[in-house]
């Protein structure tokens, strides 16, 4: 244990020692690879995968990454050196990735993704998508009984199962209007075929899109309201 929190110690000091970013931000470069290297060369990652290392000796550390299709490289350098230790520790890393927008996932990843995979202890999850009866337990708990027996069937038609999918044509529905909180519950204002067709087909490509379309700051914004939360102030 003493060994343990001296490396933690030594992690920890390491990081104290790299410049300030907030105080060089003006300096920073634009590019994430450019302001990877920059934290290579601060020794940024070594560092975080020190401590890391020295809080895993002895306790169970879990680390879960979403959507790692968006990682910058940085991080991918971080998940690399992870994958290569050798010391024994209780650590497991969940990280989840879109595999169906491939196009959206860079090089760096997909490098990184192989060489996890043929390494022992890493092992790959694909999750299939909803089943009828899935969707239906979605749409009862979101909506109740009645509206999911009368809609299941065209929201899992429509959304093949997709959970973002179908999450995002509930929302865009509510908001639009096709679906309403009455006094005796969720109903719809149109019939199920209709409602179907009220969901543009591409609203699930439209998410990853827009995101790709933000500007620089517009984008820092987003990736940083990601972390904090569903809701968070300005």
Not at 86 to 96: F, G, N, Q, S, Y
Not at 127 to 146: H, I, K, T
Not at 187 to 198: D, F, I, K, M, N
């Amino acid at each position: 244990i003493e060994a343990s929190t001296e490396r933690y110690l030594d992690g920890l000091a390491g990081l104290c020692r790299l410049p300030s970013i907030s105080a060089q931000r003006s300096a920073l470069p634009e590019t994430a690879d450019a302001v990877a290297a920059l934290m290579r060369r601060w020794g940024l990652p070594a560092e975080i995968v020190t401590a890391i290392e020295a809080l895993s000796e002895h306790t169970t550390l879990v680390l879960w990454i979403e959507d790692i299709q968006w990682a910058d490289p940085a991080t991918i350098d971080v998940l690399n050196s992870l994958g290569q230790r050798r010391d024994p520790a209780r650590l497991l890393l969940l990280a989840t990735m879109r595999s169906s927008e491939p196009a959206v996932a860079s090089a760096p990843l997909r490098r990184a993704h192989a060489d996890l995979l043929a390494r022992p202890h890493a092992s790959q999850l694909r999750l299939q998508p909803l089943s009828d009866d899935e969707v239906a337990g979605y749409l009862d708990l979101r909506l109740g009984r009645g509206l999911s027996r009368e809609i299941g069937a065209a929201m899992h038609q429509l959304t093949a199962g997709n959970p973002l999918f179908l999450a995002t044509a509930i929302d865009h529905l509510v908001r639009k209007g096709y679906i309403v909180d009455s006094r005796d519950g969720w109903r719809a204002q149109v019939p199920a075929e209709t409602l179907a067709g009220a969901v543009p087909a591409s609203l699930a490509g439209t998410v990853t899109r827009a995101l790709e379309e933000l500007a620089g700051d517009e984008r820092q914004a987003i990736e940083a309201a990601s972390v904090v939360g569903t809701e968070f102030s300005l």
